[in-house]
Structure formats: C-alpha cells, structure tokens
C-alpha cells in the first residue's frame, strides 16, 4: 500500500492492528450492542456516526480508560501485545494544564513519566503547529484553535504505535485544518491511528478505512481507490466525501414539519 513518505524523525514502527467485540451498557441502559469492529495496522481508520452513539466511548475503552458504564468484550492487538502504554490520545477537550505554558504541556507526557521529554522534537512539531511563537504562552492565553493544534503537538511528539485522535481538528478554520491533516498524515506515518470526525471530506482525505457507527453496529464505507492523503480536489475524493454526506444526513435527517402537517 501506497503511503505518504515520512518527514519526521521519530523512530518508525508500524501499529498492529486492532480487533474491537463487544457490548457497553450503562446503568441506564445499553449504549451498543455487539459492536465488531477492526482497526487496519499502519494505516488512518475513520470513525463517523451520529452524536451519542459511543464513538468517543470506543476510544476510551481502547485507551482504558474508566468508564461510567460496563464493557463486556474484548480489544486485542494483531501481534499478541497488550495496549498498555502502546497507546496516545488527543480528546475533544484539550486538557492543556492552565499552569503550564505551550512548550510545557507538550512534553508533559515524557514529564509525567519520569523521562526526559524531546525537548527538539517537541519545539520541531510546536513550529510546524504555527505555535514557534508561542511557546512560553499558557492556555488561557490562546485561541480555541491554538489550543487545539497545542494539544496535536502533544499527542504527536509521544511516539507510540496506535494513536486515538478524538475530533482533533474540529475547531481549526480551514485552511489550517487542510495543514494540520497532513501534517498529522507524515508525523503519524505507519501508526494505526483511529480518528473520530463527523467530517465527510476529512475522511474522504485521511482514511485507509472508513467505519460507520450506527445504533445497528459498526460498518464499513468504500474509501477511494486512490490512497491517502488525497487530493481535495480529485474526482474521487469528492464522490466520496458527497455519497459519506448523503448517508450521514439520511442517518440524522431533522425534520422541520410539525406532527400535524407530517400526518396530512
Ligand atoms: N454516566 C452515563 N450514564 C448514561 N449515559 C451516559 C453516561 N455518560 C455518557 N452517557 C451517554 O453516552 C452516549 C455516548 O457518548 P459518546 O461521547 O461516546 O458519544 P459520541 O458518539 O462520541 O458523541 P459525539 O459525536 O457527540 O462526541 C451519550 O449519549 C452520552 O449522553
């Protein structure tokens, strides 16, 4: 398979792939049901599907993180290795520490650990993340997007073989959202990355894979012959990131008609 040359230095290894099977409830009730689904080793597995359906909670479950609720499956990796410490994750909120400046929070990982951060590499991604200079900023200094593309300078300078990226470009404006998905597609080369958006041209680009998410299970959707990172601009990037819409919009289509004038 055909992938984008890498441009960092990191050390290259390529994630194994991962087999997800299960079901999670909550107290509540259950939120999916023998949900089966496979992340593609080395490659940019899409996930999209409505709001609340338990993307976000796949990730988690991956990540091992605690849940409010009861997950009866199994998640294991193609080489018999476990997850732990395997894996990096960038969620929806930014969880950028108030007191520590950019620089700062991008190596908190290696800090957290014990180790000594990448201070080279940290710098080398934070200036390819347009934040060079703003490195001795706090949080509450930056834009929404700012803190967004510090929070990607983050989770890519941990150099791990599956990475969770949850939303992580949804409040970049466009142009730079269009740098960030490559600059993220040649950092993260080879790594199995699993990337929730509920951006059809986002995936129409990026995936090797892309996984619908329904109330009624996990599905695939064909990805373009052509492989990533694919031209905006090519035909069969666009057909694909039309009928992703289409389906998606079928899937949550709101209608404006009353119940009065939907039964006359
Ligand atoms: N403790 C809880 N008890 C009951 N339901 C909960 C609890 N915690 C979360 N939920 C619900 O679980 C559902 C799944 O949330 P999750 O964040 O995984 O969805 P998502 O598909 O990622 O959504 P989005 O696209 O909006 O981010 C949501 O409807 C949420 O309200």
């Not at 190596?107 to 201070?119: I, K, V």
Request: charged letters at 20%; proline letters at 6%; aromatic letters at 4%.
């Amino acid at each position: 398979m055909t992938r984008p040359a890498p441009t960092s230095s990191a050390t290259l290894s390529t994630g194994p792939s991962i087999h997800f099977k299960g079901s999670f409830t909550f107290s509540t009730g259950p939120l999916f049901e023998d949900v089966s689904l496979r992340l593609g080793g080395g490659e940019w597995n899409c996930l999209l599907g409505p709001s609340g359906v338990g993307k976000s909670t796949i990730l988690r479950l991956i990540l091992g993180l605690q849940t409010d609720g009861h997950f009866d499956g199994e998640i294991t990796a193609d080489d018999g290795a476990a997850l732990t410490n395997r894996v990096s994750y960038m969620a929806q909120s930014d969880l950028l520490l108030p007191w520590l400046n950019v620089l700062e929070n991008t190596c908190l990982g290696a800090r957290l650990r014990g180790q000594t951060p990448d201070t080279e590499r940290a710098h080398s991604l934070l200036h390819r993340v347009g934040l060079g200079a703003h490195l001795d900023k706090r949080p509450a200094s930056l834009s929404g997007g700012m803190r967004q593309r510090a929070a990607l300078a983050r989770t890519l300078v941990e150099d791990r073989d599956i990475v969770l990226l949850d939303e992580p470009f949804s409040a970049l404006d466009a142009g730079t959202r269009a740098d960030m998905q490559e600059l993220a597609a040649k950092a993260l080369w080879g790594k199995t990355v699993l990337l929730v958006t509920h951006d059809p041209a986002e995936a129409a680009r990026l995936a090797h894979q892309i996984i619908l998410l329904s109330s009624g299970g996990a599905t695939t959707w064909p990805t373009p012959a052509s492989p990533p990172i694919r031209d905006i601009h090519a035909p069969d990037t666009i057909s694909c990131q039309a009928a992703l819409l289409d389906h998606l919009r079928a899937g949550t289509a709101i209608t404006n008609q009353t119940p009065q004038e939907g039964a006359r």
